[in-house]
């Protein structure tokens, strides 16, 4: 069971967006439309940000959204934000009431 | 406002058990619409999910820890506890237990997390 891939870094300026991926297998992100994001700023717990591919919790801005295609989930972050500097961290259920967490981005506001 | 607090030493020597228990409030154990995890995070690296735990007592472990976790449920105290055997220093981390959301699939209660280095 390996981690999901996502990239190590992904930024952008105030005002622009940012799309990070999070690639498994047909047997996690594939599979199931369970993936969800968390953000993570340093020293805190992580935070939920999108669920069951492309939901937002209430509370998360509308500036976040989550997609998926095929075996690539996605999360966009439109009109960036200096508190949208974080650690961003997919997750997927994977079957066999296992989850499985992505690499980690971290996402910087330039 | 559901709120969770993990607990236990913060050091421990190679090769003794790890335990850690998490303490629920606003919320109680023993409902049967979530799941009660216990997620880690290396220093400087990334999240790993551990295992989770039902109201039940059901549990469900990662595969690549199976043989060295133990999760435990006590409704009475409305906590949840973890055991990790045999420690190495690998197992140094930040752990934190959390509330999932059954049908959601998805993590949206955190504790703070409470940092345990394994070292003699």
């Known amino acids: 069971q390996s981690a999901l891939t996502q990239p190590p870094s992904a930024s952008g300026s105030p005002g622009q967006s940012v799309t990070i991926s999070c690639t498994g297998t047909s047997s996690d992100v594939g599979g199931y439309n369970y993936v969800s994001w968390y953000q993570q700023h340093p020293g805190k717990a992580p935070k939920l940000m999108i669920y069951?591919?492309?939901k937002r919790p209430s509370g998360v801005p509308d500036r976040f959204s989550g997609s998926k295609s095929g075996n690539t989930a996605s999360l966009t972050v439109s009109g960036l934000q200096a508190e949208d500097e974080a650690d961003y961290y997919c997750?997927?259920?994977?079957?066999?009431?296992?989850?499985?967490f992505g690499t980690g981005t971290k996402v910087t506001v330039l | 406002q559901v709120q969770l607090q993990e607990s236990g030493p913060g050091l421990v020597k190679p090769s003794e058990t790890l335990s850690l228990t998490c303490t629920v409030s606003?919320?109680?154990?023993?409902?049967?619409?979530?799941?009660w995890s216990w997620i880690r995070q290396p220093p400087g690296k990334g999240l790993e999910w551990i295992g989770y735990?039902?109201?039940?007592?059901?549990?469900n472990y990662n595969p690549s820890l199976k043989s060295r976790v133990t999760i435990s449920v006590d409704t009475s105290k409305n906590q949840f506890s973890l055991k990790l055997s045999s420690v190495t220093a690998a197992d140094t981390a930040v752990y934190y237990c959390?509330?999932?959301?059954?049908?959601?699939?998805?993590?949206?209660?955190w504790g703070q997390g409470t940092l345990v280095t394994v070292s003699s």
């Open positions: 959390a509330r999932g959301q059954l049908g959601e699939m998805a993590t949206r209660y």
């Open positions: 735990i039902y109201y039940s007592g059901s549990t």
């Open positions: 997750s997927s259920y994977a079957g066999s009431n296992n989850f499985i």
């Open positions: 069951e591919v492309s």
């Open positions: 606003g919320g109680s154990v023993s409902s049967g619409s979530y799941y």
